[in-house]
């Protein structure tokens, strides 16, 4: 059974600040990764898709990265914000069936 | 830009009523998905839907649970007799095309609280 994990659980970190959230999935044989962003008694906002065959994505600040044989992927944000304050999940799918999510990490960005 | 929208944002039931949860899916999508979210607890996976039937489901979804696209537009999650433990944000998703497999981007609405006294 697919399970994934987030670390850290929790990440506090002053204004302009680089960081990573790393995300790690026991079944390599996904067909792609997600990363949502979810504020608090929100919904899900898609941040990145990577496709199995793809090892990384960027859109603006943020750059995720796929390295399936190892499990694991990364989101780094650059020069963080207050506003990226949230709870960021990966989500990874495998064939024929649906998301299975990670438990988060909770993200504040002090200014 | 095109957005997932569910109704109402809260529901207060008691115990062993029946809710109907309303999402109306991006207009053009054809994968619909429900999902879950215990309080402090991960996303669930619930049901995915395609061309008026279920494509998957997961052990959560039993016999209290059903789905279904009554018109054009809206997709529902009825639960037939709501239990304690049903409390949760229920989140409907959408995608464009492919199912699972999909190489499509889900869209999620705002979620449903649901909470059962």
């Known amino acids: 059974k697919q399970e994934v994990t987030q670390i850290p659980a929790a990440l506090s970190v002053p204004e302009g600040e680089n960081l990573v959230l790393n995300c790690s999935f026991t079944d390599s044989a996904i067909y792609n990764l997600q990363w949502f962003r979810q504020d608090p008694g929100k919904g899900l906002t898609s941040l990145l898709l990577i496709q199995s065959s793809q090892r990384e994505q960027t859109s603006g600040r943020l750059n995720a990265s796929l390295d399936k044989s190892s499990g694991r992927s990364t989101l780094y944000i650059a020069a963080s914000q207050p506003g990226d304050s949230a709870t960021y999940l990966c989500a990874v799918i495998l064939y024929g069936q649906n998301f299975v999510f990670g438990p988060g990490t909770r993200l504040s960005v002090l200014p | 830009e095109p957005e997932v929208t569910q109704t109402p944002s809260h529901q207060v039931t008691q115990m062993g009523q029946e809710v109907i949860l309303r999402c109306v899916p991006i207009s053009n999508h054809l994968y619909f998905y429900w999902y879950r979210q215990i309080l402090g607890q991960k996303v669930e996976f619930l049901v995915s839907?395609?061309?008026?039937?279920?494509?998957?489901k997961s052990e959560i979804f039993d016999d209290q649970f059903s789905v279904e696209r009554p018109d054009g537009s809206n997709f529902t999650l009825k639960i037939r007799s709501t239990k304690l433990e049903d409390s949760a944000m229920y989140f409907c998703a959408s995608t464009a095309r492919g199912g699972p497999p999909s190489t499509d981007t889900q869209y999620f609405g705002p979620g449903t609280r649901l909470t059962v006294l």
């Open positions: 839907f395609y061309n008026n039937e279920i494509s998957e």
